[in-house]
């Protein structure tokens, strides 16, 4: 995960922080302090590692509470106040985050507040026979050139391009419906789903679903979002704002199956955009 993070910083000619999240780190350590200079008798500010472009936060639950508030933040307001005075961290900035699972020996449970501010959450498990066969040759043999294919300042411009995509409002109304669902699902017909859900996905969870869906249409080649671009992500935005009962894990639930049965419950506009197309088509022209 660590190579996999790093490299993506080489090919856009980033700068990349790894923090190895521990229960003794404070959160100096995470964004800077104040350092007494003795030759001047002056105070200088020594900003962190936060000040990355990429930043990973290995075993992010190790850490405690404070530490985490303060990376909640960085990723909330993109700044950092340290005594007093405020420092913009650059753009574009990206954080990226590990953790143990929470039945770990000393962890520490996430707030929600700080996990709902992560976009996506991917499952990464083990790798297939001829996947663990790829990783072994590389990581044994040479280390293989990166070459940068784009700039910091290119990457920001293509992020403002990606979010001038067009969404239908059918499809914004679908992504709510599917955030909705997971608060309140006896309303769409899945009240059986209300035993296993403690609490639902946020407002945020349907704003990224939204934001995340025109990223993949810009990347498949479109400035306009289809049905299948939210639904083929649903799972990865939604999966960690889900709040499991007792109940459901008891019955081997996982975020997953419920979202699964949600998405069976809402159902996707069906191709909503046609008269869009056409009339983005012709301006074009």
Known sequence: KTLTVKTLARTIR??????????????????????YNQKTGEFATSLGPVFANLLLADEINR???????????????YQVTIAGETHL??????????QNPIETEGTYPLPEAQVDRFMMKVLVGYP?????????????????????????????LLQRQCRSGYVDPALIQYAVRLAAATRHPDRYGASGLS????????????????E??????????RDYVLPEDVTDLAADVLRHRLVLTYEAFADGKTPDDLIAEVMRRVRAPDKPLEAHVQVRSAAQS
């Not at 961290?89 to 590990?98: C, N, R, S």
């Not at 990783?135 to 920001?156: Q, Y």
């Not at 035993?195 to 939204?210: D, K, Q, T, V, W």
Request: hydrophobic residues 45%; charged residues 20%.
């Open 63 to 77: 850490a405690p509470a404070k530490v985490q508030s303060a990376l909640l933040e960085v990723m909330q307001e």
């Open 212 to 221: 995340s869906a025109r990223a993949l249409a810009f990347l498949r080649g």
């Open 128 to 156: 297939k026979e001829e996947e663990e066969f790829v990783i072994v040759e590389r990581v044994t043999g040479a280390a293989p050139d990166v070459v940068s294919v784009c700039t910091t300042e290119e990457l920001s």
């Open 14 to 35: 980033g700068t990349f922080r790894r923090i190895q999240f521990t229960p003794d780190l404070v959160p100096a350590d995470l964004v800077g302090t104040r350092i």
């Open 195 to 210: 035993r296993y859900i403690a609490f639902g996905a946020s407002p945020r969870g349907s704003i990224h679903l939204i």
């Open 89 to 98: 961290v650059p753009a574009p900035f990206l954080v990226m985050a590990t």
